[in-house]
């Protein structure tokens, strides 16, 4: 490509690290940048621009993106005139300081700044350094069509709210994303029928707390279970996912919507980090593990065959064997479906970094991390026997990595099952019955209908 030509339509090269909220962002940078003119390849060497987007929950997310700044480094070498980005929550927490330290960088933009992405880009190629990392307290992407860059063109992430309010102790989110701000629930409305009309099947709403979502203008107010509702009336051939779900805010309103509609899938991911009151007052979570536990039983009751996920931490300031001890009987109680399980990690500047400190060793996270893995891989094993002989509805999703003979996809509980191809393709529901399970997948066999 000439020059000529590159500077007509730039070649974008993106990549993403950290949560659902980044995919859904970097579908926007995206949409922003095609409408100047870029073209996105997936070959890092035909790019002009690298864009990584970035996650700063744990020191491990940001050493990754450290590691792959060498990798860019490397290729900039050999082409200067490359122009390499680093945007996200990551440019938000480090700002400056990550041009300072690392040449390579050109550009650093924070989550609610894309919009200014072709602006900043043009500084960056003619060779200043750019940067904004300002955050909106309204900025919310409404009227942006993302563009989708999910290969299976089945289910898609729709961002219904940005930032978060709640100041867990532990947690960056709120300073790298900003205050808490809902979406006008008709552009929601609109994305998502215009998804169904392409030909998707499944949206996940997304957003740091859902349960907390709440529009409103001078007439009208809208919280998370009605727009739960204006989205399953979509089509019943669509299915609703959101995630994730806060313990301190989920209502029973919310879990009679599910159980109304049947394509709001059975799934809820209810992080609890700890099974201990006493830490989940030091992280202010703003609830007991009383409390949880009767979320977990209205779940229960409400929805009997709802699946349950959860994020666990260990290690948190001051946790003691009695403290751990709770989390373990935490799990063994609920029989969590599936689990996200970290150790605890320091991010500077946040309430616990300030004033509580990171006083258990390395060691010893390691040791009860392990501990809580085994106890889970346990209980998934046995929710996973649970459902032999069961049947389920699956929405196929793509075809099998270890035999193009069988398609796999997800029951309504997100649970994913391997099954014969027959004559099915992507974006079909099938009805399959579970006849065995390996460690991570059922196996299903097809039921003639
Ligand atoms: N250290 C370890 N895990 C963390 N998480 C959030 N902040 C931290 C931290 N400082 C975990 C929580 C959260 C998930 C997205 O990441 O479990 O629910
Ligand atoms: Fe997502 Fe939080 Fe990581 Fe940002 S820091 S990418 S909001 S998980």
């Known amino acids: 490509m000439s020059d000529n030509?590159?500077?007509?339509?730039?070649?974008?090269?993106?990549?993403?690290?950290?949560?659902?909220?980044?995919?859904?962002?970097?579908?926007?940078?995206?949409?922003?940048?095609?409408?100047?003119?870029?073209?996105?390849?997936?070959?890092?060497?035909?790019?002009?621009v690298i864009l990584v987007n970035t996650c700063s929950i744990r020191e491990n997310a940001e050493q990754r993106v450290w590691g792959r700044l060498d990798v860019f480094k490397q290729i900039k070498r050999k082409k200067p005139e490359l122009t390499v980005g680093v945007i996200g929550c990551m440019a938000?927490?480090?700002?400056?300081?990550?041009?300072?330290?690392?040449?390579?960088?050109?550009?650093?933009?924070?989550?609610?700044?894309?919009?200014?992405?072709?602006?900043?880009?043009?500084?960056?190629?003619?060779?200043?350094?750019?940067?904004?990392?300002?955050?909106?307290?309204?900025?919310?992407?409404?009227?942006i069509s993302p563009v989708r860059l999910d290969k299976n063109k089945v289910s898609a992430f729709v961002s219904i709210m940005r930032g978060c309010n709640n100041m867990c102790s532990y947690c960056i989110v709120p300073y790298v994303r900003g205050g808490e701000r809902s979406r006008n629930p008709q552009s929601i409305i609109k994305e998502v029928d215009d998804l169904f009309q392409k030909g998707y099947k499944e949206v996940t709403l997304i957003?740091?707390?859902?349960?907390?979502?709440?529009?409103?203008?001078?007439?009208?107010?809208?919280?998370?279970?009605?727009?739960?509702?204006?989205?399953?009336?979509?089509?019943?051939?669509?299915?609703?996912?959101?995630?994730?779900?806060?313990?301190?805010?989920?209502?029973?309103?919310?879990?009679?919507?599910?159980?109304?509609?049947?394509?709001?899938?059975?799934?809820?991911?209810l992080p609890a980090q700890s099974g201990s009151t006493a830490i989940l007052e030091k992280m202010n979570r703003g609830y007991t593990r009383e409390w949880y536990m009767d979320r977990i039983n209205a779940i229960k009751r409400i929805l009997p065959d709802c699946a349950i996920s959860t994020d666990l931490m260990t290690g948190f300031p001051g946790e003691t064997e009695v403290d751990h001890k709770d989390t373990l009987s935490?799990?063994?109680?609920?029989?969590?479906?599936?689990?996200?399980?970290?150790?605890?990690?320091?991010?500077p500047n946040t309430y616990a970094a300030r004033h509580l400190r990171d006083d258990i060793p390395d060691s010893v996270k390691t040791e009860r991390l392990t501990e809580i893995i085994d106890l889970q891989n346990k209980i998934s094993e046995e929710s996973k026997k649970e459902d032999l002989g069961k049947t389920f509805e699956v929405l196929v999703e793509g075809v099998s990595k270890r035999s193009k003979e069988h398609l796999f996809g997800r029951t309504t509980q997100n649970k994913v099952v391997?099954?014969?191809?027959?004559?099915?393709?992507?974006?079909?529901?099938?009805?399959?019955?579970i006849i065995d399970c390996t460690s991570a997948t059922l196996i299903g066999d097809l039921v003639s209908e």
């Not at 659902?20 to 095609?34: C, T």
């Not at 009336?233 to 779900?245: A, C, E």
């Not at 935490?330 to 991010?347: G, H, N, P, Q, T």
């Not at 004559?423 to 399959?432: E, P, Q």
């Open 330 to 347: 935490l799990m063994e109680w609920v029989k969590y479906d599936f689990a996200f399980m970290f150790k605890y990690s320091e991010r």
């Open 418 to 433: 391997v099954f014969p191809r027959s004559n099915y393709k992507i974006g079909d529901y099938v009805t399959v019955e």
């Open 207 to 269: 957003g740091q707390n859902v349960d907390s979502y709440n529009w409103h203008n001078q007439s009208e107010r809208v919280k998370f279970a009605q727009l739960l509702e204006m989205v399953a009336k979509i089509s019943p051939k669509l299915r609703v996912r959101f995630s994730t779900s806060h313990p301190k805010d989920m209502s029973d309103d919310v879990l009679y919507t599910m159980a109304m509609y049947n394509n709001i899938c059975n799934h809820i991911h």
């Open 92 to 143: 938000e927490r480090l700002k400056e300081k990550l041009i300072e330290e690392e040449k390579t960088v050109d550009l650093v933009v924070g989550p609610d700044a894309y919009r200014e992405l072709p602006k900043l880009l043009e500084e960056a190629g003619s060779g200043q350094k750019a940067i904004n990392v300002i955050l909106s307290k309204e900025e919310t992407y409404a009227d």
């Open 5 to 48: 030509q590159a500077e007509k339509h730039p070649k974008l090269y993106i990549e993403t690290y950290g949560c659902q909220m980044n995919i859904a962002d970097s579908e926007v940078v995206v949409s922003v940048l095609k409408d100047k003119g870029y073209s996105v390849t997936e070959d890092i060497n035909q790019a002009d």
